[in-house]
């Protein structure tokens, strides 16, 4: 992800946001609609607050994709 994605470019992919904890690893797809991703919404995507369900912990990681397959090799890469 770009160190300046913001909601804007999470709406334009039209594919979920990547969300990975920094602390136990765990990943997870939130649908651009959930995130509150809107054409023109200029909000960077690193103020976004998530709480990673596994651990408790909010230290994240995003990622923003291009296609299909790189949200299909995300997940994949989980483990």
């Known amino acids: 992800m770009s160190a300046s ?3 804007h470019d999470v709406w334009n992919t ?3 946001l990547g969300i990975s904890c920094n602390h136990c690893l765990h990943r997870a797809l939130i649908p651009r609609e959930r995130v509150g991703a809107r054409e023109g ?3 960077c995507v690193d103020t976004l607050r998530f709480r990673c369900t596994k651990c ?3 230290a994240y990681t995003a990622h923003l994709f291009k296609e299909q397959r790189h949200v299909k090799r995300f997940m994949a890469e989980y483990r």
Do not use: I, Q, S, Y
């Open 41 to 43: 919404d200029l909000r």
């Open 56 to 58: 408790g912990r909010r």
């Open 5 to 7: 994605a913001d909601l």
């Open 14 to 16: 039209r594919l979920p």
